[in-house]
């Protein structure tokens, strides 16, 4: 079945430093990819979505590069902001009739000063 | 405004007892979600609708039974409540099941004492 892989637990970042948090995947198809963030006590919110013709998703000073010769789309940011603070999610969805999405386990990210 | 509502935000349950979970969702979409988060398994797929007939079934007990009585409802009933259910149900939706975003609603925290 589709399963994603994180980096687990808990990532902390000074301020103005880069941030890249790892996503690995497993699917039958060629699936999309999607990043989520949930600060705490909210909903999850889709942050970045991967393209089906190789573009480079970016949002909020966030990308993530679909690479399927790795099954990767790791999450990078080239300067943290407190603000960044928060659950992210790595997240897959194989298409078809029936696209649930299939989470990671999640990585925190805390951003101190 | 929130376009996906759930009710309660907040619930207090007695083991053994029955609540159900509300969701409705005014963003026109045709496939609904449910998924729940606890600090055991981080953001678990339950089950996916569309068109109000179910597409998939990731929940191993009968005790949670979906059920949709218009096409932008998705309620979620629970009996015999246990103590391992308390979680933050969050309903989602998306405009069709082929790989679209899901959009999460504010969630319904269940503990069970």
């Known amino acids: 079945g589709d399963s994603v892989t994180q980096t687990e637990g808990l990532v902390t970042l000074t301020e103005g430093l880069p941030v890249m948090l790892n996503c690995t995947y497993q699917s039958t198809y060629s699936p999309f990819l999607f990043w989520y963030v949930q600060h705490l006590n909210e909903a999850p919110k889709l942050l970045l979505k991967?393209?089906?013709?190789?573009k480079r998703p970016e949002h909020q000073g966030f990308h993530a590069t679909l690479h399927k010769s790795s099954s990767s789309f790791h999450l990078q940011k080239s300067s943290a902001q407190l603000s960044d603070s928060a659950l992210y999610y790595c997240?897959?969805?194989?298409?078809?009739?029936?696209?649930?999405?299939?989470f990671g386990k999640g990585t925190k990210l805390s951003v101190k000063s | 405004d929130p376009k996906i509502i759930q009710k309660p935000k907040y619930l207090v349950a007695v083991t053994g007892s029955e609540k159900i979970l509300i969701c409705e969702q005014y963003l026109g979409h045709n496939a609904m979600y449910w998924y729940r988060q606890s600090a055991k398994k981080p953001l678990e797929f339950m089950f996916s609708y569309s068109y109000q007939k179910l597409m998939d079934n990731q929940t191993a007990s009968s005790r949670f039974q979906p059920q949709s009585s218009k096409k932008n409802h998705l309620d979620l009933q629970i009996t015999a409540l246990k103590p391992d259910d308390s979680a933050t149900y969050f309903c989602?939706?998306?405009?069709?099941?082929?790989?679209?975003?899901?959009?999460f609603g504010e969630g319904s925290r269940l503990i069970v004492v």
């Open positions: 989602a939706s998306s405009p069709d099941t082929s790989g679209n975003t899901l959009y």
């Open positions: 997240a897959l969805s194989a298409g078809g009739s029936n696209a649930k999405l299939t």
């Open positions: 991967s393209f089906t013709d190789n």
